[in-house]
């Protein structure tokens, strides 16, 4: 995220405890939207931006819903869209033919994602890949695929920008990948 978010404006679709929403204000951001199914997380976040001196909208919601309407410079959607998958194995989704109603629900929240992106907006996604044999696994995954997900998606271009650290006791079997969608 730019340093400068002065005259962007900002969705944040499972905004937690409003750590980014919250981000993306103190460095202008205006509008800034952040949508959450947890009431407490929702509230944490409420307050947080009352002592941080920011202005967000907090709303409960999921996603696609109504709480998520217009265009955004930015759409946030930080470890969500599998939350909505029966099968949690992003590879086995896009790979595995058994698993076509759920690459349907991830194909369609793409289309979503999209939908809210402002032309010359940026759509950032965080998707977890799980491994039962991490070794293995890792050896086939290839992410670029989610890439071309998100173009077919109609993104105008999409980049897989890699995995960030994050708890340790996790990373073994999992890797986090962040991707940038643009419109």
Same mark, same amino acid.
């Given at each position: 995220?730019? =340093?400068?978010?002065?005259?962007?404006?900002?969705?944040?679709?499972?905004?937690?405890?409003?750590?980014?929403?919250?981000?993306?204000?103190?460095?202008?951001?205006?509008?800034? $939207?952040?949508?959450?199914?947890?009431?407490?997380?929702?509230?944490?976040?409420?307050?947080?931006?009352?002592?941080?001196?920011?202005?967000?909208?907090?709303?409960?919601?999921?996603?696609?819903?109504?709480?998520?309407?217009?265009?955004?410079?930015?759409?946030?959607?930080?470890? $969500?869209?599998? /939350?909505?998958?029966? /099968?949690?194995?992003?590879?086995?989704?896009?790979?595995? %033919? *058994?698993?076509?109603?759920?690459?349907?629900?991830?194909?369609?929240?793409?289309?979503?994602?999209?939908?809210?992106? =402002?032309? /010359?907006?940026?759509?950032?996604?965080?998707?977890?890949?799980?491994?039962?044999?991490?070794? *293995?696994?890792?050896? $086939?995954?290839?992410?670029?695929?989610?890439?071309?997900?998100?173009?077919?998606?109609?993104?105008?271009? *999409?980049?897989?920008?890699?995995?960030?650290?994050?708890? %340790?006791?996790? =990373?073994?079997?999992?890797?986090?990948?962040?991707?940038?969608?643009?419109?």
């Amino acid at each position: 995220m730019p =340093a400068d978010l002065r005259g962007k404006s900002i969705l944040d679709i499972g905004c937690s405890e409003g750590f980014f929403a919250n981000e993306c204000a103190k460095r202008g951001a205006a509008p800034v $939207v952040g949508i959450d199914t947890s009431l407490g997380r929702l509230l944490t976040a409420i307050c947080r931006a009352r002592v941080a001196g920011v202005q967000v909208t907090y709303r409960m919601g999921v996603f696609p819903g109504p709480q998520a309407r217009g265009l955004f410079d930015y759409v946030l959607c930080l470890s $969500v869209l599998h /939350h909505s998958l029966r /099968h949690k194995d992003l590879w086995r989704v896009l790979t595995d %033919p *058994a698993f076509s109603d759920d690459l349907d629900v991830l194909r369609g929240r793409l289309r979503g994602l999209r939908s809210l992106t =402002a032309a /010359h907006g940026k759509c950032i996604v965080e998707m977890p890949y799980e491994y039962d044999d991490p070794m *293995a696994e890792r050896a $086939v995954v290839d992410f670029d695929r989610f890439t071309h997900e998100l173009k077919s998606a109609g993104f105008a271009d *999409a980049r897989c920008l890699g995995s960030w650290d994050y708890n %340790p006791d996790h =990373a073994r079997f999992k890797d986090r990948m962040i991707y940038v969608a643009e419109a």
